[in-house]
Nanobody, 123 residues
Framework: QVQLVESGGGLVQAGGSLRLSCAAS????????MGWFRQAPGKERLFVAA????????YYADSVTGRFTISRDDAKNTVYLQMNSLKPEDTAVYYC????????????????WGQGTQVTVSS
């Protein structure tokens, strides 16, 4: 079993920034690719960003490219999502997830999920 706990969400004005964190436990963190997803009320959960287990390669949805940055600190068993230039359409519950395959995560699937953290961007 893998446990993932997100934190760092909150209310910000458009144009502001937030950094989300996802703390992992239960397995060797550095061995797994990680991803971030988001889901707005009444909408499907969408892929946001992913990072390989070595952190050498990152992937982003077109909607966040250039504004969001995913990173990981394996010593702290933590993955981050730095979100800059936030827009109201970024409002959603943000989830982190992990799987055995980076391709699976980029494709919108995950084996283990956190509980989510709310991000609200005001106009």
């Amino acid at each position: 079993q893998v446990q993932l706990v997100e934190s760092g969400g909150g209310l910000v004005q458009a144009g502001g920034s937030l950094r989300l964190s996802c703390a992992a436990s239960g397995r060797t963190f550095s061995s797994y690719p990680m991803g971030w997803f988001r889901q707005a009320p009444g909408k499907e959960r969408l892929f946001v960003a992913a990072i390989t287990w070595r952190g050498a390669t990152t992937y982003y949805a077109d909607s966040v490219t250039g504004r969001f940055t995913i990173s990981r600190d394996d010593a702290k068993n933590t993955v981050y999502l730095q979100m800059n230039s936030l827009k109201p359409e970024d409002t959603a519950v943000y989830y982190c997830a992990t799987d055995d395959s980076i391709s699976t995560i980029v494709g919108g699937r995950g084996r283990y999920w956190g509980q989510g953290t709310q991000v609200t961007v005001s106009s």
